[in-house]
């Protein structure tokens, strides 16, 4: 079946290290995306890739970096620099062309100790 | 710029009560609406969308109409089951944008027996 995996579901993570989050599709999109979700509000977009080796900030990109070196890959990276990182991060997949819906994945719900 | 605009929630009906959840949009081009729906600690699903004016989006018994004359794209739904418990958010995307997707807020529902 087609779709998106996210890995871990649940991750934990001490004060001042980096944590990484997966983001696997195999639908054959061309453009993924990362959303931070907070309790009781909407998504924020983080990054977002639209073609392999090239990615762009969204709205909120300050203390996370992400890499685009496979066409169905799109890791993040929380860096140490987020201030408030604990959140439910999500993952998107879609086509680049035509109306063209985005596809989630299940989330990861980072938790900061 | 381009935004979307929910009806606050949380939203609480009976079951097989009537639902509307009303969504309003501003867009500098011509967008495609959607509807997404958000189970508890999951990702979002597409429930239904519509790509030009006057067009219909329906799936599961819910419907939402493209009015541009009104920018809106309420949600509704006839006779509404627990099951329908979840967060549903209003989106577009703006080709005039490179296709970046807006996200309103979300409206909680919670249907009870």
Not at chain 2, 39 to 65: C, H, I, R, V, W
Not at chain 2, 86 to 110: E, H, I, K, M, W
Request: net charge neutral; aromatic share 12%.
């Amino acid at each position: 079946d087609g779709g998106i995996t996210q890995s871990p579901k649940y991750l934990f993570r001490k004060e001042g290290q980096n944590v990484t989050l997966s983001c696997e599709q195999n639908l054959n999109h061309d453009a993924m995306y990362w959303y931070r979700q907070d309790p009781g509000q909407g998504l924020r977009l983080i990054y977002y890739s639209q073609i392999v080796n090239d990615f762009q900030k969204g709205d909120i990109a300050e203390g996370y970096s992400v890499s685009r070196e496979k066409k169905e890959s799109f890791p993040l990276t929380v860096t140490s620099a987020q201030k408030n990182p604990t959140a439910f991060y999500l993952c998107a997949s879609s086509t680049a062309r035509g109306h063209n819906e985005q596809f989630f994945g299940p989330g990861t719900r980072l938790t900061v100790l | 710029g381009n935004s979307v605009t929910q009806m606050e929630g949380p939203v609480t009906l009976s079951e097989e009560a009537f639902l509307t959840i009303n969504c309003t949009y501003t867009a500098t081009g011509y967008p495609s609406l959607f509807w997404y729906v958000q189970y508890p600690g999951e990702g979002l699903q597409l429930l239904l969308k519509a790509t030009k004016a006057d067009d219909k989006g329906s799936n599961k018994g819910f419907e939402a109409t493209y009015r541009k004359e009104t920018t809106s794209f309420h949600l509704e739904k006839g006779s509404v089951q627990v099951s329908d418990s979840a967060v549903y958010f209003c989106a577009l995307s703006d080709r005039a944008t490179g296709n970046q997707f807006y996200f309103g807020t979300g409206t909680s529902l919670t249907v009870i027996p």
